[in-house]
């Protein structure tokens, strides 16, 4: 028993940080789908470039960026070519405080061009009217982006992050060929098939499983309700308070009607 | 030309800045593997990871790579599996969006949500259970099983679909069951012929999830003859775990596939990622 407690909590960190990442990409896909809304020269090849990262294999990804972030390699090259000395960089992936943070950028990198491809597809359905009128209104673009492209994709927003939830939680391939799990970065699913398919506890395993699936509809509510609640823009609510309006003046007329009838 | 006003110019340059930044980022992970997998083992050992090669010509690596993570092996059996399970989910995901979209029966609105909810459950978490019923099943260790566990249609497909179904007049299904045809007749003769932008986007979609599949081809198809490419690829981490000019190009080989598809089937790619995000 005490095994399964250590095995439920050490994941956490790694689950906040890897459940964070989404977070992060989605401000930049809209940052850069937005930039792509608004004409672009060649914007098929900044597209494809941004893109390309998603449909490659996750163990690719994994062998990619475990030789990417391995020490005295790539991005380390890459920030002494910018004059930082080795010394001062971390080590990327052995150290316990950044290296979730370092699994989390690849899921960045993974992932962005793909939200980025989904809110352009949004913002391109909306009515190109529009950006005229705004325009000849005098709208700058911050205003354009506020008034119409924002409102225009937000529920796909709110469906991507949605789907995120399961989609960062089950973050397995990376992290199992850069880290396998190993210095606190084993996610979810690292630990869970390892406990099932290599410690053959099963039942275990099982028990993570639903465990998950329980997180994920909790998440799932509560960021439904939080975006409700934040994309409120009035008619909801009101909707609702009319319904309870109503109902009490239903109760309120059938309770007068029976007082009526004693009375009589 | 016009002149542009400075602060239009002034957001032009900073666009074009942001969005050339932002693909070097994308991209240089995948440049650097590439310089890495034209290095020899002494080029590799001896000069800097940024350097580049002294011939983009020398294809060693991808040779031993190829031999030694037996990828023509995998290439082969991801080939089987690609073409067995992308026909299969094609007529279960379009059939099955047929009946959900013509016919009102009594759960329609239960089969969908079910779709929903279960697109929700990340896949890896119920393998546990599904290990469970493959072994009993005697699956395991057969192109078959793995088969039969990618047939399965997925929720994007299905809405690809279903939002297809929508746009076909029902005047089609009804005059063609006027003229003596059966549902059968419907589907196959006429709803099937004009669904096929919807399936080359359903197509694309799972084919790309296919080829990329790892954890469930690694649970099902252990003998090292039955890998498919991605299995074939995390070979590595053992023996070369740090020959990175081996591993480069073999993660290349990987990926070459991959581009050249995204290169011709870009717009199917695109759009099937809006679709699926739209309808949902």
């Known amino acids: 028993m005490y095994s399964s407690g250590r095995t439920a909590l050490s994941p956490c960190w790694s689950v906040c940080t890897t459940w964070a990442a989404p977070w992060c990409s989605w401000p930049l896909a809209l940052f850069f789908a937005t930039l792509m809304v608004f004409k672009v020269r060649g914007s098929s090849i900044f597209k494809g470039a941004m893109f390309f990262p998603y449909l490659i294999c996750g163990i690719a990804v994994g062998f990619i960026f475990k030789f990417f972030y391995a020490r005295g390699f790539v991005l380390d090259s890459i920030l002494q070519m910018f004059g930082m000395d080795l010394e001062n960089i971390p080590y990327w992936l052995q150290d316990q405080r950044i290296n979730n943070i370092s699994l989390a950028a690849t899921s960045v990198w993974r992932y962005t061009g793909q939200n980025m491809i989904l809110f352009l597809g949004a913002m391109m359905s909306v009515d190109t009217d529009l950006y005229e009128a705004a325009a000849l209104d005098g709208a700058n673009k911050w205003h354009v982006f506020k008034s119409i492209i924002l409102p225009s994709i937000k529920s796909i927003i709110v469906l991507n992050m949605i789907l995120s939830i399961s989609g960062s939680l089950s973050a397995f391939e990376p992290p199992y060929v850069i880290t396998n799990g190993t210095m606190g970065t084993g996610t979810y699913f690292v630990i869970m098939n390892r406990l099932a398919h290599e410690n053959q506890k099963v039942g275990l395993a099982c028990a993570m499983a639903i465990v998950l699936l329980v997180i994920i509809i909790l998440c799932t509510v509560a960021q439904k309700l939080f975006f409700a609640y934040i994309f409120n823009d009035g008619t909801a609510d009101e909707s609702k308070a009319a319904m309870k309006r109503r109902l009490k003046a239903e109760r309120e007329a059938a309770k007068a009607a029976r007082k009526g009838g004693q009375t009589e | ?280």
């Open chain 2, 1 to 280: 030309m016009t002149k542009m006003k400075p602060a239009t110019l002034l957001f032009t340059i900073f666009k074009y800045v942001m969005l050339i930044l932002a693909s070097i980022v994308a991209l240089v992970p995948v440049v650097v593997c590439i310089i890495t997998a034209f290095k020899t083992t002494d080029e590799y050992n001896t000069t800097r990871v940024l350097d580049l090669p002294k011939s983009f010509l020398y294809f060693e690596n991808f040779t031993i790579a190829f031999e030694k993570a037996r990828m023509l092996n995998g290439f082969l059996n991801t080939a089987i599996v690609l073409v067995v399970v992308l026909t299969v989910s094609v007529f279960v995901g379009s059939m099955l969006a047929y009946v959900l979209n013509r016919f009102q029966f009594k759960g329609n609105a239960i089969i969908q949500n079910l779709f929903m909810f279960a697109s929700l459950i990340p896949g890896i978490a119920t393998q546990v259970t599904v290990y469970q019923i493959m072994y009993s099943l005697g699956f395991i260790n057969h192109l078959y099983g793995y088969m039969v566990v990618l047939m399965g249609t997925d929720i994007i497909s299905i809405y690809i679909f279903l939002q297809f179904f929508e746009n076909l007049p029902v005047s089609l299904d009804e005059s063609a069951i006027m003229d003596g045809c059966t549902y059968f007749g419907v589907f196959f003769r006429i709803l099937f012929p004009l669904l096929k932008p919807a399936i080359m986007t359903s197509l694309v979609l799972k084919g790309v999830s296919v080829y990329n599949e790892y954890y469930m081809s690694n649970l099902y198809l252990q003998l090292p003859q039955l890998r498919t490419i991605s299995t074939a690829l995390y070979t590595f981490t053992g023996p070369y775990g740090n020959q990175y000019n081996y591993i480069c190009a073999g993660v290349l080989i990987t990926i070459i596939p991959i581009l050249l598809f995204f290169l011709v089937f870009q717009k199917q790619i695109y759009s099937g990622m809006a679709a699926g995000a739209v309808k949902g």
